[in-house]
């Protein structure tokens, strides 16, 4: 009998382990704080809506050489000015990420058809200071491909791998520091 009682009980049990209790699942309900011009909804169907289309718009390396050469491709480069003034790739137009506009992007590329070759921080190793590497989920990348879709392009390919600065035939190339004229 008792044999009979525990193969009865031992299944209960687990099923009340395995269960966690629904209070305690359940979300709290949060009224969202209203703001027009923040649209985290939309920012998440952005990107659920990119993920395929971006992974078939990664390049190679040569990949992104032989596009560059297109007529009327434009190279982004949504890193800080400072940081693309230290090595950045050649013909490539700085418009830092903090300042994505409607204006602004339409200043540095002509035509919302336009195609777009963008690169960050993480393509690049071997000079810390002008490619200082970001977290891989926060990623500049990430955040420039999503961003370019919410304003409207779509025509969008990222350099994919991780190239040594040193190595790459992706030519890079720095500006020369501007002189402050009160140091004479």
């Known amino acids: 009998m ?4 525990i193969l009865v ?12 209790n629904q209070k ?5 309900k949060v009224e969202p704080i209203p703001n027009r011009l923040i649209d985290y909804g939309q920012f998440k169907k952005i990107v659920n809506r990119s993920e395929t289309e971006r992974e078939t718009h990664r390049l190679t390396e040569e990949q992104f050489l032989q596009m560059m050469a297109e007529d009327g491709v434009v190279v982004l480069d949504a890193r800080s000015e400072n940081r693309f003034r230290l090595l950045h790739i050649k013909g490539a ?11 602004n992007l339409a200043s540095v590329i002509p035509e919302p058809k336009s195609k777009i070759l963008i ?6 190793e071997g000079n810390e200071q002008a490619f200082a590497a970001k977290s891989p989920a ?22 994919g791998p991780l190239l040594d600065v040193n190595q790459t035939k992706l030519p890079l190339v720095s500006e020369p520091k501007e002189t402050d004229p009160t140091s004479k």
């Open 2 to 5: 008792k044999r009979v009682l």
């Open 9 to 20: 009980l031992i299944p209960f049990v687990f099923s009340l382990v395995a269960k966690p």
């Open 24 to 28: 305690q699942t359940k979300k709290p």
């Open 93 to 103: 137009v700085n418009l830092p990420f903090t300042e994505f506009t409607k204006d």
């Open 119 to 124: 690169y960050c921080n993480n393509n690049f």
């Open 138 to 159: 926060a990623s500049l990348n990430l955040s420039t491909y999503n961003s370019l879709k919410a304003y409207g392009y779509n025509n969008i390919y990222e350099l």
